[in-house]
């Protein structure tokens, strides 16, 4: 599938595996719109090697908690580039919160960076853009299973995996929407490598994964035309631990 020329949006790619997954579209020669938040510095550095090593590449910022964030992004991206033909939704947030303590703020931060913004995001790209091809959605293993100590994001999550399926059946058969569900890959900002060590009996394959394995997957789910609705869990097995009930 040729992927020279075309241009991938990836939201919260200044760093960690949305970087990861910005640096292998465009060795594919795919051009790249970094989207950050606070990561300015670290999305122009990213931009400038893109930009030496041969691509081409933009940044863009947006706080995807306000409302309508994620219709300007869109919009403001279209302007940009010229036009998107695929679409990365990676950027997250992962805080702490329980059935005791989780508050409506909470629900609804979590709710409007990790579920509302990526739909939004799809829905201004499907009607914005008209190379609009494929959207890839970050989940997370934890979506079958019941993760107690991040309520909020675990739910957000789950929200996104229904939407995945959801939009992957309102925008066929024009764009395909399909996701990835990472398991330990890199500890959570602020954590060690230890983080990851403690938790590694977690999967069946006993190992931590590559951002490698998790951008090469996404690269998978956009030259592959014939998938839609899917998630790959790239996660050593850890989703066999889970209900299926969780799904
Ligand atoms: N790391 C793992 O092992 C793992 C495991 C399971 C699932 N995942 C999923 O994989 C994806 C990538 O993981 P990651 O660990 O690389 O994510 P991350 O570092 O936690 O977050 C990625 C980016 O999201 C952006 N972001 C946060 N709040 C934002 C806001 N209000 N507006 C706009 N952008 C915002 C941040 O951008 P700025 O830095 O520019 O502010 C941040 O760099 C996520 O969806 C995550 O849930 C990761």
């Known amino acids: ?125 499907a009607a914005m853009s008209k190379n609009a091809e494929c959207v890839v959605n970050f989940l997370d293993t934890r979506i079958v299973d019941y993760d107690r100590e991040h309520l909020a994001y675990h739910l957000s999550k789950k929200m996104l995996f229904s939407m995945t399926r959801i939009l992957s059946q309102e925008l066929a058969p024009r764009l395909r929407v399909n996701a990835v569900a990472p398991g330990l890959v890199i500890p959570p900002p602020g954590m060690t490598e230890e983080y990851l060590k403690e938790r590694i009996h977690t999967n069946p394959l006993q190992k931590i994964g590559t951002l490698t394995q998790v951008s090469d997957s996404m690269l998978f789910l956009i030259t592959n035309t014939f998938i839609t609705g899917q998630v790959i869990f790239v996660d050593g097995g850890r989703h066999l631990k889970g209900s299926f009930y969780g799904l």
């Open 1 to 125: 599938m040729p992927l020279k020329g075309k241009t991938a949006l990836i939201t919260g790619s200044a760093k960690r595996i949305g970087r990861s997954c910005a640096l292998r579209l465009a060795r594919e020669g795919i051009s790249i719109l970094i989207h950050y938040n606070n990561s300015e510095t670290e999305a122009e550095e990213l931009a400038e090697s893109i930009r030496l090593a041969g691509g081409k590449a933009w940044t863009i910022c947006q706080d995807l908690s306000e409302k309508g964030g994620a219709e300007s992004l869109m919009e403001r991206g279209l302007n940009i580039t010229g036009g998107l033909d695929y679409l990365v939704n990676s950027a997250s947030i992962f805080p702490k919160s329980s059935y005791e303590d989780v508050t409506p703020e909470n629900f609804e931060e979590n709710l409007q960076i990790n579920a509302l913004s990526p739909f939004f995001l799809t829905r201004s790209f």
